[in-house]
């Protein structure tokens, strides 16, 4: 059960009351060796928003990323998923959450070279005991959503890199996961490029009513989404106010 | 948008350029291309007409029947043409368009002991407010509306970058401003 934001727990910065929290972030602190990297973050993610994560080179946002994606655990504090603690999961329980409730799409696709394109969307609905049939049909509706019909055959490694990014949307939003983790997606790709990747995963993850958590030091990239925020010094701080997006 | 005010007579002698024109298509064609946050009033219209015809820029024909109050057609002079053709070859001034006003308040904070870095943060808050209407506007829109959206965006991008560079050497700027 989700947390509504009212409650005295209620982390800053958050969205409107008018929206529940999906992911949080209490107090959360995460060093690598003796450096810091988050020095008590704050953060509630509200569902179905799309939130833009700033800051400059080193300041946590990335890390902040891989604790609200169960990637890293924090050293203290606390991240909860629909009011769940995923922090104290095993191992196993959040490879498990991953796989089923989260999407990833990252600076540079991470597709699978030696698969075709239709095969790097299917994989994930394969793993999640999708029958293949259904998995290759589902892959190939993605294909056409996303401007990629036809497609489907190649290898990922004889696409462009907008081609690929959208293959790499499509592969994380077949599972139709509740929350989609995109850290710097569009950081390989030119500026033209980069808007139709932006264009595609906005709109799609709003039919799909998906959260997203976009990692960006492209101010043009936090203009899609409906939030910003900033991290600084391993702390969070609002940059715009909750505003509904039309 | 941080844009300088395009001119309005030299606008109008480029759509002559184009073809002769009443005042009436000329507002139409200016309002549809240059003035959609601001359509250019008729008296202005014609008020430029006049100043131009004086200067030798443009001519004014006879008025013709039809509808509507103007049926005179102006017609763009050799000398009307050479100035658009030179207007059209030479850039415009860099403008620094926001970057005073940033500075100043940024030197100003510092001086006056307040938070600058605080500033800049609601600057760059306030930023990214416009360029994520900016971008609605994008999404979607006309031609017209996507050039005119990403010329402000990447301004305002511009500023942004200077809001981070300049957050990143308050420490140096403090020093600089403090009264010996």
Request: net charge neutral.
């Amino acid at each position: 059960m989700s947390t509504d934001l009212t409650l005295a727990r209620e982390p800053e910065p958050g969205p409107a009351v008018s929206r529940r929290s999906i992911l949080e972030a209490h107090d959360v602190h995460r060093s690598f060796g003796q450096t810091p990297a988050l020095r008590g973050a704050r953060l509630a993610v509200g569902t179905g928003e799309i939130l833009a994560v700033m800051g400059p080179s080193g300041s946590g946002k990335s890390t902040l990323l891989h604790c609200l994606a169960g990637i890293y655990t924090p050293d203290q504090g606390e991240i909860r998923f629909d009011g769940q603690r995923i922090d104290e999961l095993s191992d196993a329980r959040r490879t498990q959450l991953r796989r089923t409730a989260f999407g990833f799409v990252f600076q540079f696709g991470q597709l699978i070279p030696e698969l075709t394109v239709s095969d790097n969307i299917a994989m994930p609905l394969l793993l999640g005991d999708v029958r293949r049939k259904e998995a290759y049909r589902r892959a190939g509706a993605w294909l056409d959503r996303l401007g990629l019909g036809g497609l489907g055959g190649r290898r990922t490694g004889e696409l462009s890199g907008g081609q690929a990014q959208r293959v790499a949307i499509a592969r994380a939003l077949a599972p139709q996961p509740k929350v989609l983790f995109a850290d710097e997606p569009t950081g390989s790709l030119d500026s033209l490029t980069s808007e139709t990747v932006m264009d595609l995963l906005v709109s799609t993850a709003r039919a799909e009513g998906t959260t997203v958590v976009l990692v960006t030091h492209d101010a043009r990239v936090a203009a899609c989404a409906e939030r910003t925020v900033m991290v600084r010094d391993g702390k969070v701080s609002a940059l715009t106010e909750y505003e509904v997006a039309s | 948008m941080h844009t300088a005010s395009v001119s309005v007579p030299l606008t109008l002698l480029g759509l002559l350029d184009r073809e002769p024109s009443h005042g009436y298509d000329l507002k139409r064609d200016y309002d549809a291309f240059f003035g959609r946050d601001k359509p250019l009033p008729f008296g202005q219209v014609y008020s430029t007409l006049g100043r131009l015809a004086r200067d030798g820029k443009v001519t004014v024909g006879a008025s013709e029947p039809g509808d509507g109050p103007d049926r005179k057609r102006y017609s763009i002079t050799d000398s009307g043409r050479t100035e658009v053709e030179a207007w059209l070859t030479e850039p415009a001034p860099p403008e620094p368009h926001l970057q005073s006003v940033l500075f100043a308040k940024v030197v100003l904070a510092l001086m006056l002991g307040r938070d600058a870095a605080r500033y800049l943060d609601a600057q760059r808050g306030s930023h990214l407010r416009r360029m994520r209407e900016l971008t609605e506007m994008r999404r979607g829109g006309a031609t017209m509306d996507v050039l005119l959206a990403d010329y402000g965006l990447f301004h305002l991008e511009a500023d942004l970058r200077w809001i981070d560079a300049t957050e990143a050497r308050l420490g140096a700027l403090r020093e600089m401003v403090r009264k010996p």
